[in-house]
């Protein structure tokens, strides 16, 4: 969690200083970042050869999970309008 | 989003090649902070203040949104007797997939880590497909709900088609909100024991 809150807040700082020349630069290196990163976790995934079995079970379990949360998120949002048409 | 699906599937066919025993949970915790800082840096660039002084009241639909989803996916988990820690983490993601997927793949494990990020690149795709058929249904601010953190970005370009202009300000603090909000909420359950 600090090394969260320290992170962010580091970067929110650095950014407002130095404004917008440094974004081109920090977009190229964060999607270089969490490529490799992504890649690393494919392999981690690769190395636990019984998790990569489950693979299937993953895809599934991900597309119902994606649906139901974007129908909760639905549901709730419209509580919201509710409340803005008050 | 390909990118990330390919330096996956990539990834996974070499680890199946690799020794079983390799440990590369270092790599993962060297990394994590450098993009933590970098999500930091893209959002210092924003006159944050500005937006949100303008469009106060909304700051109301990206709470109400994540609390939709968290709530979902708790009953979620209570149906298929998943675990409710790891269903929420997921669940609480807001389509934010790149950040909070290494988070809970460095702290949690790599099996939610991945089942986060494929879950959230699901809903990017549903927030992109699905934009005109959610609207028509649902409303306009719903393509906000679904599309979470990508709507500062990635899903901004659909909602001002489907929604029009007057969404756009309303999109980019959605997403502001949900980028800045969603790195502190997966580590703040990631930390909770339920």
């Known amino acids: 969690m600090i090394t969260v809150i320290i992170a962010l807040l580091s970067g929110l700082f650095i950014g407002r200083l130095v404004g917008a020349k440094v974004l081109k630069v920090n977009d190229v290196a964060f999607m270089f970042l969490s490529t490799i990163f992504i890649f690393i976790m494919g392999i981690s995934l690769g190395l636990s050869r019984s998790t990569f079995a489950g693979v299937g079970n993953i895809l599934t379990n991900s597309l119902f999970l994606a649906i139901f949360a974007s129908l909760g998120s639905i549901i709730f949002s419209s509580f919201f309008s509710k409340l803005l048409s008050k | ?194």
Do not use: H, W
């Open chain 2, 1 to 194: 989003m390909t990118r990330l699906i390919v330096a996956c599937l990539l990834g996974l066919l070499i680890g199946l090649f690799l020794p079983g025993n390799l440990n590369i949970n270092l790599m993962f915790s060297l990394i994590l902070p450098i993009l933590l800082f970098s999500v930091g840096v893209s959002l210092g660039n924003i006159n944050i203040m500005n937006l949100v002084t303008n469009n106060r009241k909304f700051l109301l639909l990206p709470i109400f949104s994540l609390i939709g989803s968290i709530v979902f996916s708790v009953i979620y988990a209570l149906i298929m007797k998943n675990g409710i820690k790891e269903t929420v983490l997921v669940g609480s993601a807001m389509g934010f997939y790149s950040l909070p997927a290494i988070m809970v793949s460095t702290q949690i494990g790599v099996v939610a880590g991945t089942t986060l990020l494929i879950t959230n690149m699901i809903r990017e795709a549903i927030t992109i497909l699905l934009a005109p058929l959610i609207t028509k249904i649902f409303g306009k601010y719903s393509i906000i709900a679904v599309g979470g953190a990508t709507t500062m970005d990635v899903s901004l370009v659909m909602i001002k088609e489907v929604g029009g202009s007057e969404l756009v300000p309303l999109a980019i603090l959605n997403g502001l909100v949900l980028t800045l909000g969603v790195p502190f909420i997966t580590s703040l359950f990631i930390n909770l024991r339920f």
